[in-house]
C-alpha cells in the first residue's frame, strides 16, 4: 500500500489524557498537512510541513496540539488535556510540494472521541 | 476572505442520470486552484478533478467535469451517468496557496 497511512483508526479517550496519532505519508512527497473533520463540517486545516519544517499553524491549534515531522517523513499530532471539543476526525494528508495548488493525497483519519 | 460555499446539503439523483453539485468561492488571489474531493463513510477524502484559475478550457476527468465560471466564481461539479456508487460527501476546495480550504459538502444518494 502506497498511500497516506494513519494509525490508530479509532480512538476512544477519557477527558484529561493525552493522546498522539500518526501519520505516515506517500514516500516521495515533501508536504504534510493536519486537518481536523467535525460531524456535517468539511476539513479544516490545522497545520502543514514541508520536510522538516511546520511552516503555518492555524489558529484551531490551540497550545494544547502539538505537531512533529523530525526527520521529514513521517509526522505525529500529539493532544494534551483533551477537552470534548477535540472529539472529531483527524486527518493527515501529502503532497508533493513542487508547486502550490497542488493536489492533497488523504488518509482514511484518526476518529478520536473523547469521553 | 478566502471562502468555499456550498449550497446544497444534500441531492438525490437517479442511476444513469446526470447531476450538478454547486460550488461558489470568494478569493481575491490572482491565483488559485479549485478542487473536488469525494467522502465515502470510509472516510478518505478521493481527489477526482481539478481546475486553475488561469486554465482556459473547463477540466474533465472521465464521468467528472468541473463547470467553471470565473467571472461568477462558480465551480460546479456535473457527473454525468450516476452509479450507485457514487453515493458519498462532495466537498469543494480552493487552494490560494498551499493549503486546501473546503467548504461544507453535499450528500449525494443515488437512488435505483
Known amino acids: 500500500d502506497t498511500g497516506v497511512s494513519q494509525d490508530p483508526r479509532h480512538k476512544i479517550t477519557k477527558r484529561g489524557q493525552n493522546v498522539t496519532f500518526r501519520c505516515d505519508p506517500i514516500s516521495e512527497h515533501n508536504r504534510l498537512y493536519w486537518y481536523r473533520q467535525t460531524l456535517g463540517q468539511g476539513p479544516e486545516f490545522l497545520t502543514y510541513f514541508q520536510n522538516e519544517a511546520q511552516l503555518e499553524k492555524s489558529r484551531l491549534l490551540s497550545d494544547r496540539f502539538s505537531a512533529e515531522r523530525p526527520k521529514g517523513s513521517f509526522s505525529t499530532l500529539e493532544i494534551q488535556r483533551t477537552e470534548q471539543g477535540d472529539s472529531a476526525m483527524y486527518l493527515c494528508a501529502s503532497s508533493f510540494g513542487r508547486t502550490t495548488n497542488e493536489k492533497l493525497f488523504f488518509g482514511s483519519g484518526t476518529q478520536l472521541s473523547v469521553l | 476572505a478566502q471562502k468555499i460555499t456550498q449550497t446544497q446539503p444534500g441531492m438525490f439523483v437517479q442511476e444513469k442520470e446526470a447531476v450538478t453539485l454547486d460550488c461558489t468561492y470568494d478569493t481575491s488571489d490572482p491565483s488559485y486552484g479549485l478542487f473536488w474531493y469525494k467522502q465515502p463513510s470510509s472516510g478518505e477524502m478521493i481527489f477526482l478533478i481539478y481546475q486553475g484559475s488561469y486554465d482556459q478550457q473547463n477540466a474533465t476527468e472521465g464521468r467528472y467535469s468541473l463547470n467553471f465560471q470565473k467571472a461568477r466564481k462558480s465551480a460546479n461539479l456535473v457527473i454525468s451517468a450516476s452509479q450507485l456508487g457514487d453515493s458519498a460527501m462532495y466537498f469543494c476546495?480552493?487552494?490560494?496557496?498551499?493549503?486546501?480550504?473546503f467548504g461544507t459538502g453535499t450528500r449525494l444518494q443515488v437512488f435505483p
Open positions: 476546495a480552493m487552494s490560494p496557496t498551499d493549503k486546501l480550504i
